[in-house]
């Protein structure tokens, strides 16, 4: 299981949303780019990383990861159950001693509830005093938990449809105008009390 806990570790979870084509997936490969470890949940293999579809073979590798560093991901199932096992194996190879990046790709697809599951909970909330960094991306915001944009250490809200604006705005704070007025590869960088405008290169 996790180990080594380090409680000044800050929390460095990141939230990030934006409607198709508008930049999700290549504002995570700019926020990761310099990862010396990364587990990636990535159904679509949208990221470049050795992918696995065989459960003993990606627990092989993680440990591998945390060995040595290294990118992998998960191509296989991707339901709830199989999202929970992911999340199992994340938790017991976190090493507060050793930081490693857990990518979450269109966190929607995996019907979570609003009340998260036991390991995905657990990782969410105690990852990031044992050296876990989770980046979870989604184009439908609505439909994942509400703690994954409240308490992300930092949020990174892309152009938006009218209809998630209002929800995003109960959440935040930021005005609907603002999503509205985006263009790809743009997006409102929130963390703290503090709010900026950034744009990330595309990586292809």
């Not at 700019?30 to 990221?47: C, G, Q, T, Y």
């Not at 194996?89 to 930081?99: E, H, Q, R, S, V």
């Not at 152009?159 to 007025?181: E, F, S, V």
Request: a positive charge; charged letters at 25%.
């Amino acid at each position: 299981m996790a180990k080594n806990a380090n409680k000044a570790l800050p929390n460095a979870h990141r939230f990030i949303t934006a409607i198709t084509g508008g930049g999700k997936t290549q504002a995570i490969m700019n926020l990761i780019k310099s990862s010396k470890r990364a587990a990636f949940w990535d159904p679509d293999k949208d990221h470049n990383c050795k992918h696995f579809t065989d459960k003993q073979a990606f627990l092989k590798a993680l440990q591998g990861v945390m060995a040595k560093g290294g990118r992998i991901g998960w191509a296989g199932d991707d339901d709830e159950a199989t999202f929970e096992w992911f999340m199992m194996a994340i938790w017991a190879a976190l090493d507060g001693t050793k930081l490693l990046d857990v990518i979450v790709e269109e966190a929607a697809d995996v019907g979570l509830k609003q009340t998260m599951p036991k390991w995905t909970g657990k990782v969410w909330r105690r990852a990031r005093k044992y050296g876990g960094i989770l980046t979870v991306g989604t184009q439908r915001v609505q439909e994942v938990p509400k703690a994954f944009i409240t308490q992300a250490g930092v949020t990174y809200i892309g152009i938006q449809k009218a209809n998630d604006q209002h929800y995003i705005k109960r959440q935040t704070g930021l005005a609907p105008q603002k999503m509205g007025a985006l263009e790809p590869l743009n997006f409102y960088k929130m963390e703290g009390n503090d709010t900026e405008k950034v744009k990330f290169k595309y990586i292809g």
